[in-house]
């Protein structure tokens, strides 16, 4: 399954206690669209926050970020990993 | 020891070897800085590529990286991770 990696802005001043329960709302619905978020990492100083996903389309990533709550600045496929 | 997320942009058409050369170009040296780079993921139709880096500090990692070729455009601290 293809992988993507989405990229949120303006989150400065996130907690790790947010983190978690934003990335619990993901987690919650993600299988209605065949998606799997495997990892996030954040600096909360800038505000930015990188989700890495299995998905079958940045559609569907964008679908369930959009139904959770934070829609995805951007969206990127990484078919290439090392 | 902290994390880092850093971004290279305009790297269109990457190719998986290429991603691979480089990549072992950081490997080669990274010990000289105290950076370890763990993962990175490439997008060759925006030019994307991320990488995650354990290392004592952004300066760090940016070095390793400008004596291996490949300057990044964004280096973030990201303490978070879900």
């Known amino acids: 399954m293809p992988q993507f990696m989405d990229v949120h802005h303006g989150m400065k001043g996130l907690t790790a206690d947010q ?3 934003t990335h619990k709302a993901d987690l919650a619905i993600e ?4 998606v799997h978020f495997e990892k996030a990492w954040a600096d909360p100083e800038s505000g930015t926050v990188y989700c890495l996903s299995e998905a079958p389309s940045a559609e569907a990533v964008q679908r369930i970020h959009e139904r959770a709550g934070h ?5 990127h496929p990484v078919p290439l990993t090392v």
């Open 19 to 21: 983190l978690k329960e």
């Open 31 to 34: 299988k209605e669209e065949g």
């Open 71 to 75: 829609r995805a600045d951007e969206i």
